[in-house]
């Protein structure tokens, strides 16, 4: 069944049927094999085929859609190398996005982090801590006060958005998550750029080593 088109929301007007696609992504609406098919998305956006053919061909070019055999273009399902690659780079971009944050977080931003990180102390559902991290991986990001390293982090994480699952679902790594975030927001309270740098390495590689025991999992 194809789903009516929907009445824009506050702001939407300004954005590209580009910017659509990529909201719908992040949100999940839009998941890793979901066919992508021109007629139901300018539909669902009110707009022509024209415009929404063209963001298509942006979301391939960016690797984001891929095309399957007898189905045509679907949303990537990320392979063993595609997530490799992936958490490479999001290692070197957020621990590099600390590291700055240390060094140039005013202190209203510090006290936002440390308010943050108590106030997931207290939640448990996995869905809603799942929310906040990104929330604060936003927000340290943000405290970099580099332009184009939150440019950067901006675009990967909706690549982040294809990678299915959460580790959120084990409470064991809610809890050692929640540990290391303390860590990340002390460091960068007290000004430490290296260990800020280390602890936000750390916390994604082991976010990495638990994305591939789930991946192994699933074959």
């Given at each position: 069944m194809t789903r009516a088109a929907e009445a824009p929301k506050p702001g939407d007007i300004r954005r590209s049927p580009f910017e659509h696609l990529l909201d719908l992504i992040e949100?999940?609406?839009l998941r890793p094999g979901h066919r992508l098919r021109e007629t139901d998305l300018a539909q669902r956006l009110g707009i022509s085929r024209t415009p929404v053919r063209e963001a298509l061909h942006r979301l391939h070019a960016m690797g984001l859609a891929e095309h399957a055999?007898?189905?045509?273009?679907?949303i990537t399902r990320m392979n063993f190398d595609q997530l490799s690659q992936l958490f490479a780079v999001r290692e070197?971009?957020?621990?590099?996005?600390?590291?700055?944050a240390a060094l140039h977080a005013s202190a209203a931003e510090i006290a936002v982090?440390?308010?943050?990180?108590e106030t997931d102390a207290r939640t448990s559902e996995p869905a809603h801590l799942r929310s906040r991290n990104l929330?604060?991986?936003?927000q340290i990001v943000q405290a970099s006060h580099n332009s184009y390293m939150i440019e950067a982090l901006n675009n990967l994480r909706v690549h982040l958005s294809?990678?299915?699952?959460?580790?959120?679902a084990s409470p064991?790594?809610?809890?050692?998550?929640?540990?290391?975030?303390?860590?990340?927001?002390?460091?960068?309270?007290?000004?430490?750029?290296?260990?800020a740098e280390r602890a936000a390495r750390n916390h994604i590689a082991t976010g990495f080593a638990l994305r591939l025991k789930m991946m192994a999992e699933e074959y």
């Open positions: 949100r999940g609406e055999p007898r189905r045509g273009l679907i070197g971009l957020e621990g590099m996005a600390t590291r700055l982090l440390r308010d943050m990180v929330m604060l991986h936003r294809l990678v299915p699952g959460s580790t959120y064991e790594r809610s809890r050692s998550a929640q540990a290391e975030h303390e860590a990340i927001v002390a460091a960068i309270t007290e000004r430490d750029a290296d260990r």
